[in-house]
Nanobody, 129 residues
Framework: VQLQASGGGFVQAQGSLRLSCAFSRRTFSSFSGYRMGWFRQAPGKEREFVAAISRNGIRTMHSDSVKGRFTISRDNAKNTVSLQMNSLKPEDTAVYYC????????????????????WGQGTLVAVSS
């Protein structure tokens, strides 16, 4: 499984960005069999949960710090998961990572990084004040 995140960049506070994560795999496993999540890591800080979405896209979860500003979504036909980020703040500056989990016994959504078994390379989001 490969996860390719894109869409990061430099933006002023109150601006918007849309991150995308393209999913590809060498086996016949379907993207719809993976729970997906976004995490971020700011310089000098630990990685933190941002948002998660269930396999069918019905359930979502967002961290308190981004709730109401960010929205996670997925398109199982296009094998992509997106993160729409509005009203960006300087404290949103970080490298953003998408992650995937296909553990059969795991359901719904999760904010726990250890439950994701595949990670992308990250895309930088820098918000200036």
């Amino acid at each position: 499984v490969q996860l390719q995140a894109s869409g990061g960049g430099f933006v002023q506070a109150q601006g918007s960005l849309r991150l995308s994560c393209a999913f590809s795999r060498r086996t016949f496993s379907s993207f719809s069999g993976y729970r997906m999540g976004w995490f971020r890591q700011a310089p000098g800080k630990e990685r933190e949960f941002v948002a998660a979405i269930s396999r069918n896209g019905i359930r979502t979860m967002h961290s308190d710090s981004v709730k109401g500003r960010f929205t996670i979504s997925r398109d199982n036909a296009k094998n992509t998961v997106s993160l729409q980020m509005n009203s960006l703040k300087p404290e949103d500056t970080a490298v953003y990572y998408c992650a995937a989990d296909n553990t059969p016994s795991n359901y719904g959504v999760t904010a726990t990084a250890n439950e994701y078994n595949y990670w992308g390379q990250g895309t930088l989001v820098a918000v200036s004040s």
